[in-house]
């Protein structure tokens, strides 16, 4: 019966890595159909991005009460799935509870902070749920999150406490073992939760209560199995997600725009024709974006790690005066669009065209011209997403590609190009109000 147990974990982890893997593998595909990015920090302003942004959360604390809940849940995730790491090894080779004896007591006090962050965890996912379901957010109740982006959201939630509660019965029934010297089960003392709990399970029969405890271990480390697979669907793959796109972030001043080399090129050649190419050597350029292929790939790794927290909506001042403007939608949008690219290309088996693109078909002109380029959203976003970028690639794309703004913009530009202003006054007449 063991050695059945031992096969059947070994196939459920290789079965679950695989299925992962694979997903990561389209993941990764779909985000280099993106153009060259040279990120402009260097190594050790990067590494420190990742370790105040990714990893403490630096921007969640300026909402000190919904950081620390959610600084909770981030934790529960990370530390109490080392215990994977002890389940793995038991799985594999049959054995139970193996690091109790390496560890001592240490073991115990390890065990016991897991249980502790394990009911801190179910606490707080029961906040959020009545946060979401509720009280009703605001920022969680708009269109763009009708259908699958709020259930999903909500099921994240069930899912952790359910994996929480199946960890502390797996942990009170094993407790309930030992104090009938139970074979198999290594006596380590009671934990603080489990320890209050055992006595109920007192009058269990030996073979109830090893059903129990084996019942919630294979539940759990396939609930494990089945969340691992599950990320790469959701919004919450920023879990991973966030420490790469932390780490690749631009860390240039807000405001600051990426001039386009093409552009600088075109004006050089204009003053200096002996240093253009010659005719027919040059390569076509494309001015802005039009689809997911013209943004870059940090573009595209900013929407995979988009959460749909919405704080980059509530910030955006077009937003709020009841414009079309949404750069959560944005994000969401190109996501929805690269994943649909690259199902196609799957399909295809090489790039083809499928008569839709990001523009227009996702994002409209209207909610592009709504942008103000204050850069509300790209402050507020706590793992450095840059909605802007794609927001300013589309609309060079309009405007320098299909000659397409609005005759106020056009008058703009015409004044910037003749008068160095956007006002239409003579550089000579700029002085003279100071006259008398």
Not at 54 to 73: E, S
Not at 387 to 400: G, S
Request: proline residues 5%; aromatic residues 12%; charged residues 20%.
């Amino acid at each position: 019966m063991l050695v059945l147990q031992q096969v059947l974990f070994v196939l459920l982890a290789g079965a679950a890595t695989w299925l992962f893997s694979r997903k990561v593998k389209e993941i990764s595909r779909n985000i280099r159909l993106g153009r060259e990015h040279d990120p402009t920090s260097t190594i050790a302003e990067r590494w420190k991005r990742v370790v105040l942004l990714a990893l403490g959360q630096k921007k969640m604390f300026k909402y000190p009460l919904v950081a620390v809940l959610h600084f909770v849940i981030y934790a529960g995730f990370i530390i109490i799935n080392v215990e994977v790491l002890e389940i793995a090894i038991d799985g594999i080779f049959g054995t139970h509870r193996i690091f109790a004896g390496p560890l001592g007591m240490f073991y115990s006090w390890l065990i016991n902070s897991f249980e502790f962050l394990a009911v801190l965890v179910i606490v707080v996912c029961v906040i959020f749920l009545a946060r979401r379901n509720v009280l009703k957010l605001k920022r969680f109740w708009k269109r763009e999150l009708d259908g699958w982006p709020r259930s999903d959201a909500n099921y994240i939630l069930i899912a952790e406490i359910i994996l929480m509660s199946l960890f502390l019965t797996m942990n009170t029934a094993d407790y309930a073992l030992q104090l009938k010297g139970s074979e198999h089960y290594t006596q380590t003392g009671p934990f603080f939760f489990s320890g209050l709990i055992a006595p109920l399970f007192e009058s269990m029969g030996t073979s109830t209560l090893v059903a129990i405890e084996r019942t919630c271990w294979w539940l759990h480390i396939a609930g494990i199995f089945a969340f691992l697979n599950y990320l790469p669907y959701s919004k919450h793959l920023h879990i991973l997600m966030a420490f790469p796109n932390t780490y690749y972030a631009d860390t240039d001043p807000k405001g600051k725009f990426r001039n386009m080399p093409a552009i600088q090129n075109e004006v050089l050649y204009a003053m200096q024709p002996e240093l253009a190419p010659a005719a027919g050597t040059e390569q076509p350029v494309k001015f802005g974006a039009k689809d997911v292929q013209d943004l870059t790939w940090k573009n595209l790794m900013d929407a995979y790690t988009c959460t749909e927290c919405g704080r980059c909506t509530v910030a955006c001042p077009a937003n709020m005066t009841g414009k079309l403007l949404n750069p959560r939608k944005i994000m969401m949008d190109t996501r929805d669009r690269m994943e649909e690219v690259g199902k196609k290309l799957d399909k295809d088996g090489q790039p083809t065209d499928d008569g839709k693109t990001l523009l227009r078909d996702y994002i409209t002109e209207e909610e592009l011209r709504a942008c103000t380029t204050c850069q509300a959203c790209v402050e507020e976003c706590p793992v450095s997403i840059n909605p802007l970028d794609i927001i300013v690639q589309l609309r060079r794309h309009l405007i320098m590609e299909e000659s397409n703004a609005p005759s106020e913009w056009n008058g703009m530009f015409s004044n910037t190009e003749n008068n160095f202003a956007p006002w239409k006054l003579s550089p000579d007449d700029r002085d003279r109000w100071t006259e008398g």
